[in-house]
């Protein structure tokens, strides 16, 4: 790391932090500028961290050097990994993947429905929810156990992998038991232990992106999962919070050539969370295929206004189908396989 | 709730919305504006949500008008919440609640001459964390189990309640059988599960405000707390993540009055984790007191530049019982007592 | 618009309320809830304001029904606009516009020698800057009035359109003399006076989005140039400010299928400054172009390494040509032409 | 600046860096670190940016080692700055600045009868808008030319010194004709040629603080002013713009510890626009005054809700001197002179 001293900083000062940073088993390298002196280090960082340098006397500021994401990262790992999801789906190579199905599971009628018509439009991934986290304690929680059996239903029906949320540590052994895919949502990104949790598993795992986390931390949410031994982790950007309330939340396009540029995970985008609204899904599928994303989760609702949940993002199944049609060309533009 | 059609709406659509609102047994009052229909809805909102409506062909936009939370809210419950803690302490009165302790408890040796230290100050609840959420899967976790034990042997000795961070829903049982209050961190504000876990307990609950959360829901956080049948919810404003960089998080006062307008719920404010920066930690507890805040909660460490974490944000003992003695002058302007 | 009267508020309270809103000319329509009353309220809200209204004891909350711009709206000009910029070019039918040129003009054969080299690309307007906002009062202004002259020589001589900033009002004069398209920047949209100013010019303005202006406030802005007279407005997007650093501002693609659900006013895309960072320019550029931009503006320069500003988020010439022969299949694919 | 190479740069793409850096007159210090390196160079920032070295290959980053502001920072000038104002008033020193009065000026007698109320409360700087900055074209812009001079006669008649503010270049010299302190509002905070031409003048400038502008940014803006050679500048922080929506604004307390950890200007604290709500302006004007600013800008409106503007912020005459008797002992808590 890099120690930036004060222009006030007196040599006493400047001997202190060279002493501790010493103590603690690293190397340094003062360099004497016009004004400020700045000290290189060289040694393990999880030995001392920046935060305490940062309390002495006299320093002004502290920069770290490497990235504190290892397993995640590109450089250990320079190609781009293809996960594999079950029932021959793959996720990252140049076949793009499209989980589709309703926000909530509701019934094993309504989700068998939604799961043909978003299979018969080129659909590779069912997803859906059976643990629901909802912002009010009163709103319905979903099926639960019953949801994950009903999915698992339809996957063995159609032969499609399924994809659902995970809420609670204590839940990860029962989803896993059921689900291809295992999702953690934007508000669990930081759940430290489920996260643990679900690194111990042999299931892909979803990651959604934090309502305001950085790339950063996304990234170290994923190293936190492949730290427990499954590297099989699949990001999803889904819209951050920003000022801005013409939509739910702001999808953040450069998520996808940033991730790209740092990591060696496969990423999907999420145009319906990150809308909130089904007429603005179209647009924002495209420009993630074009940009580069290796898939789309869209939900779909036959019957958006009396959908349990998120009634107003959900496509209905005619304008998924759609939606696929126009894909389909941009898929190819950007050299990927769609339908 | 309020629907508001389109300038373009056909009769036919907001007969449409009239209907679909009736058939789940809401009234409808249509007002017909100069260029613009506006339909007054009266009914339970639960039945039928206001996103399910915005799917609707013509409707422009829905606006509620009843809040979503209900315990947590001062319509129900006018007079300010004061909060029992035991040790004869409470929060929410006159006499201002002060949290002090490390980060992290390292060893009984570091957190006793701290507990002690900050008790001789004025500190009326000891904090300290051993379950610790760290961003990086390779940092110091916390004592776990011993760091309870550490934290009650203080608490016994010294006659403090002791106010720790439980994670996952797992810990809940043992957590509550050491602490006195237990806090939901900003990362788990809304990890619902935790939430409902913890609602089921006797102790009552510091909960942080999430990254990027509004007040809406936060208080609905409480509100899944006390749903569960534990009303017992303090707030703590921890700031916010906004685009600023000189500061760790952006500390919104505002919070402080926004909470007493909207709820009974009495709030205390973290300067340490909102700064970042011990340096700005005064400043900080000095302004929530005088907005209005039921209390403080401050980060001490007798040897900052050896924490095992958060260091940079940690008070010595010798500034901490320095910004005590210029609290207290603050404190009796604004009618309470903190020494 | 519709006012929410507090559960607490008193019938003389919601008497007063109503007398204003008569005294103003408004008719009221009250509605009574459960708990709640709403009233609705139709008339000229140029004449009483929400906010008037908020300040009234036992009011809650006001909301709007219309939308505070009328010429920038789809509800008037229900077609997009097409505008004419000259030199045969429009911007917002099925050609694509392409500004691309260098951040600042250095001197004739610097303009020159990139804006040949644009042009052989497929670019079809010109870009660059003669007066400069810069951060800092010690960074390199622009060439003023010489750069206008530099750029007028080069669209002359290529027959291309030319697009520059213009940053104070007794500069609009001058500026217009020269350049095809009038640039206001993201820091000057909400400039009032040189909104007015330019709206008095029969020349095309380019009104990039503020840093973290919403939509409606863009739409604002672009209405007070069309109150002045001034219709040919072109929106830019070039991302919104927000918490994540790993790019230089976030583009905000919504705000192409938002802009287009609102407004009839075309929209770009400027992908350098959105991302700050030649590397991410390509994934942001086809992104908004496949959901549904009318161009796109990007910085292109000869030397970035030696730029006299913004060389960081500039791609040279050959990688600008290897972008716009990507983009071309993106193009096709939704229905635009771009080479 | 410290450049730090990429993990997989070459040895050539690291010379070629320092290659460049000679050439612009920088001296290089490299340090061969476990995995990258990072090269410490010295010299004029001016003459090559860091922009420019991050178009290099191998280049991963760039961190800036001095601060971009010199007049307006803490290393030239130790000691805060005490500006005087005009009719035996100063901000920056023990006597807290107090600016009250309403946001647009109406009319002489409205205006003659705002201020008497204020100055018996004890404020002892008008405020009010000649000029106003709205975000829609169609709403009251200010009575202009005629406000300043009601402004005038009431500054004359009471003895006091008037703050108004000034959005146009071309108006500088008729509102520093009658203004004691001339405002640049936050929309016009990065309007550099205003900066630049009040910096000419020989009038104390208030420098809101804009929208979602940095603390460095804000400092750069006090340094272009100061560059022209009118060091006389008080920040005034007024609320940022976050996802919050509680508020009209975010007010960042912060920004008053940290402006006089890095400037000796003086800074006070606008809680009317802030918040937006009349109801939040004592906590955060408490809060303001107790975490050290040198005053307050306070809207205040003898009849609110027919204000011509922002009448929801507006406190009346009577909620003002209550505020200001309840804002007194917290000014002499934190040792300052209010009343």
């Not at 997803?127 to 319905?140: D, Q, T």
């Not at 979903?142 to 339809?154: F, H, P, R, V």
């Not at 052994?173 to 508000?187: F, P, S």
């Not at 969370?273 to 599928?285: D, L, R, S």
Request: aromatic share 6%; net charge neutral; charged share 25%.
């Amino acid at each position: 790391m890099i120690i930036i001293m004060k222009e006030s900083a007196s040599a006493k000062e400047i001997e202190s932090v060279e002493k501790l940073l010493a103590e603690f088993g690293f190397q340094t390298h003062p360099i004497q500028g016009e004004k400020k002196t700045v000290i290189g280090a060289i040694g393990d960082k999880r030995l001392l961290s920046m935060n305490q340098i940062l309390t002495m006397d006299g320093v002004e500021n502290v920069v770290p050097i490497m990235k504190p994401y290892k397993l995640a990262s590109k450089e250990l790992h320079k190609e781009p990994s293809v996960i594999e999801i079950g029932h021959g789906i793959t996720v990252g190579g140049k076949q793009l993947a499209v989980f589709a199905g309703p926000c909530a599971i509701e019934s094993q009628e309504q989700f068998t429905t939604v799961s043909k018509a978003v299979k018969a439009s080129g659909a590779n991934i069912l997803r859906g929810g059976a643990f629901k986290p909802r912002s009010s304690p009163y709103s319905f929680q979903g099926l639960e156990g019953d949801g994950l059996k009903i999915m698992y239903n339809s996957g063995q029906e159609l032969n499609m992998p399924i994809c659902t949320e995970v809420l609670d540590t204590r839940d990860v052994e029962l989803v896993a038991k059921y689900a291809d895919i295992m999702q953690i949502g934007a508000r669990n990104m930081q759940n430290f232990k489920l996260l643990r949790e679900v690194g111990k598993c042999d299931k892909p795992i979803l990651l959604k992106r934090g309502l305001a986390c950085t790339m950063e931390e996304w990234l170290m949410a994923a190293e936190y999962i492949m730290s427990e031994g499954n590297e099989k982790v699949i990001l999803c950007e889904r819209g951050i919070r920003t000022y801005e309330t013409a939509t739910r939340n702001t999808f953040d396009l450069s998520a996808i050539p940033v991730s790209k540029e740092l990591s060696h995970l496969p990423i999907i985008a999420d145009p319906s969370h990150a809308t909130g609204t089904y007429k603005y899904v179209p647009a924002i599928a495209k420009g993630a295929i074009a940009a580069g994303a290796d898939g789309l989760m869209i939900e779909v609702h036959n019957c958006p206004e009396k959908a349990a949940s998120d009634g107003a993002q959900s496509l209905t199944p005619e304008k998924f189908d759609k939606l696929m049609k126009e894909l389909d060309p941009i898929a190819k533009a950007v050299n990927k396989i769609l339908l």
